[in-house]
T-cell receptor, first 113, second 114 residues
């Protein structure tokens, strides 16, 4: 059983399109995250939700809108895709207790043509 | 979060112990030391974390100096599958908003050679 699963694994699309990435965790965690890893391999937090409530928003353009229909899902919708959005996007989850480790999915590789 | 400093790369022979250092000289009393690794094309994988005592689990051991300004991750018998980028991260305890995030640096690329 995959603990944190993301779909799709690969996403190739044209500039200006709107796309969504889905994330689901079956660990019973309260907190979920989106991270972005750019071409230079730096991993940076984008958003975090705790039981469907936004708790972290790291100066991400408002073209990026996370949506959490329930605490097991955190989807990422991106409007008007730009070339600079090309990256690997990782979803993660953790228990509410901030000391506990985060569990990551295997990433969604987004390529903008 | 406190900054960490790691060597950009290290090599290790298969079957030998890999000792990965990390400096975190500005760590605060309420900050834990976490280690994650990222194998090529995969998501980061949690390895171990600790506050001030040494820790050991099935994957690795974590040795934290008494002044907490540095730590060492030890993989006791490195295998080829341990080749990855290893990240040392310090993170505050508690459930406050910014305490949830992990701030990744550049990490150490460990290459295990046959």
């Amino acid at each position: 059983d995959t603990a944190v699963s993301q779909t799709p694994k690969y996403l190739v699309t044209q500039m200006g399109n709107d796309k969504s990435i889905k994330c689901e965790q079956n660990l019973g965690h309260d907190t979920m995250y989106w991270y972005k890893q750019d071409s230079k391999k730096f991993l940076k937090i984008m958003f975090s939700y705790n039981n469907k409530e936004l708790i972290i928003n790291e100066t991400v353009p408002n073209r990026f809108s996370p949506k959490s229909p329930d605490k097991a899902h955190l989807n990422l919708h991106i409007n008007s895709l730009e070339l600079g959005d090309s990256a690997v996007y990782f979803c993660a989850s953790s228990p509410r207790d901030g000391n506990q480790p985060q569990h990551f999915g295997d990433g969604t590789r987004l390529s903008i043509l | 979060d406190a900054k960490t400093t790691q060597p950009p790369s290290m090599d290790c022979a298969e079957g030998r112990a890999a000792n990965l250092p990390c400096n975190h000289s500005t760590i605060s009393g309420n900050e834990y030391v976490y280690w994650y690794r990222q194998i090529h094309s995969q998501g980061p994988q949690y390895i171990i974390h600790g506050l001030k005592n040494n820790e050991t689990n099935e994957m690795a051991s974590l040795i934290i100096t008494e002044d907490r300004k540095s730590s060492t991750l030890i993989l006791p018998h490195a295998t080829l599958r341990d080749t990855a980028v290893y990240y040392c991260i310090v993170r505050a305890v508690g459930s406050g908003g910014s305490n949830y995030k992990l701030t990744f640096g550049k990490g150490t690329l460990l290459t295990v050679n046959p």
